[in-house]
């Protein structure tokens, strides 16, 4: 219509802004071309169609990416929200876990499913009944997928949070004793030499150094050299797993510093000057170093001192 | 641990086919609007990461604009912050295969000329400078580009022509 106009007058203007835009994106007719070619400027507009054709934007690499986009929402399901970790962190694994099996399979015939993790990440594993584990920094949890039906066993070295399917069943083994569930809702934790079951739904039996202890909802029981210390609590879920936060109640501070480093990667000298009589009762958080230890040793009389992120040193009595 | 169920983007199949039909062309639209390829990336991420955080909320018809959007206002805040100039760095002058031969009569034009052509760019306003590389690089047309900002096809029309003549007076006065 413009454009029509311009040229039955033919009389277009050059400085009109949006014809030289429309010759730039080819949107001219012959004529219409033509006549401007005439122009005493059509040469380094050409020349500027020419090196604007010339360009492109740097390589963009998708599969790049969308590798390091994955590592970072993996990271942030595992570190901030273990309740998230869903959908996408699933995909992966079980992706990589069923090649790796697959592998091994093929090689040994063994079909065991392992998880190792670093201090601070947590995450979410199901199991073949559907029951639901939730594991948390610097633990390992194994069990056979293949011949689970037959052998409902699962090695855990650390702690994890069981949400067992209504009506399964099964058998959680560590190295201090062994926990019994039938659809329940409970925590596993051990601890150095200390073997801590929380009770949050159902009854699990614990047995550890010959005792065995049925345990209810709202139900604690920590054993250490075959003394069983029990007590109620009233939370749904534990801490770690609702926010992000480690909660110990009356163990050694030695133990609750091995605590601490399930969380974050940190090593801990000097560890001597602690009383054995140091005892912590409390909770710390799992995303604040420097807040966690002030919290763990402030209530002790030694002196520390934080080496950067990685190195807690204890100075002296 | 809730699996989500449905056709919906918490599913990584659908999320990732969202990421490789738009993430190239989000990233080149933040470049054509910020300039600094790799803060383009990284709002990319960000943008993506907030996408999958949301993916039950989302439609799946939205995603592109909302992942537009997230990049989009994410590069604003981060402007109020620092003023940031345009990097002509991440567009390449070269005799790479992908430019389009799009007239007979094409012609290289040397990398003297591309180097002042280049800055020419980076000297224009910002509105004018994206309506420019959207066009001419990323080869969208003017309604594409007016849908992406939510202006007139003939707003954009006009960005576009004040943005050559002022090349145009600038590179005429270099040769």
Not at chain 2, 58 to 80: D, H, M, P, Q
């Amino acid at each position: 219509m413009k454009k029509q106009k311009l040229f039955m007058n033919n009389n277009f203007n050059i400085h009109d802004e949006q014809f030289i835009a429309r010759w730039m994106s080819n949107e001219l007719n012959a004529e219409e071309i033509k006549s401007f070619e005439s122009h005493p400027d059509y040469n380094i507009y050409k020349k500027m169609k020419n090196a604007s054709n010339q360009m492109a934007f740097s390589d963009f690499d998708v599969d790049k990416a969308y590798g390091g986009l994955k590592t970072k929402i993996d990271d942030k399901v595992i570190n901030l929200n273990p309740k998230k970790s869903n959908a996408l962190w699933k995909y992966v694994t079980s992706g990589i876990a069923a090649a790796v099996l697959l592998l091994l399979g093929f090689f040994f015939f063994q079909k065991e499913s392992t998880y190792d993790l670093n201090p601070g990440e947590t995450l979410a594993v199901q199991l073949p009944d559907n029951s639901e584990i939730l594991l948390n920094g610097s633990s390992k949890l194994s069990f056979n997928k293949e011949s689970w039906n037959e052998n409902r066993n699962i090695q855990l070295d650390g702690e994890a949070y069981f949400k067992v399917a209504k009506g399964e069943k099964f058998t959680v083994n560590t190295t201090l004793g062994k926990v019994q569930v039938l659809g329940t809702q409970f925590t596993v934790n051990n601890l150095d030499d200390m073997f801590i079951v929380k009770c949050y739904e159902g009854r699990v039996g614990v047995t550890s150094g010959g005792t065995y202890k049925e345990i209810t909802p709202g139900m604690a029981i920590q054993i250490k050299n075959k003394h069983i210390d029990s007590w109620q609590f009233t939370s749904k879920e534990p801490s770690w797993v609702s926010n992000n936060i480690s909660n110990y109640r009356k163990i050694p501070v030695a133990t609750v510093l091995k605590a601490l480093q399930r969380q974050y990667k940190v090593a801990i000298e000097g560890v001597e000057y602690l009383s054995n009589e140091s005892i912590f009762t409390g909770s710390f958080p799992n995303d604040n170093l420097e807040e966690a230890v002030k919290i763990i040793l402030g209530t002790t009389n030694v002196k520390y001192a934080l080496e950067g992120r990685s190195k807690v040193v204890i100075l002296s009595k | 641990m809730k699996v989500v169920q449905g056709e919906n983007i918490c599913k990584e199949k659908i999320f990732h086919h969202l990421f490789i039909t738009h993430s190239k062309g989000l990233r080149n639209f933040l470049i054509a609007k910020f300039g600094d390829p790799s803060e383009a990336e990284d709002l990319v991420q960000d943008a993506f990461i907030k996408l999958w955080d949301n993916c039950g909320k989302v439609e799946l018809s939205k995603a592109k604009s909302y992942v537009f959007t997230v990049a989009v206002n994410l590069g604003i805040s981060l402007r109020r912050h620092d003023q940031v100039k345009f990097k002509h760095h991440g567009i390449i002058a070269g005799y790479s295969k992908g430019y389009t031969n799009e007239t007979p009569e094409f012609e290289m034009e040397s990398q003297e000329f591309m180097e002042t052509f280049k800055k020419s760019i980076a000297s224009l306003p910002d509105r004018q400078r994206e309506v420019f590389l959207l066009s001419r690089i990323e080869k969208k047309t003017y309604r594409e580009i007016a849908e992406l900002s939510g202006v007139s096809v003939k707003a954009i029309e006009k960005l576009m022509g004040k943005a050559l003549k002022k090349m145009k007076e600038q590179l005429g006065n270099n040769i």
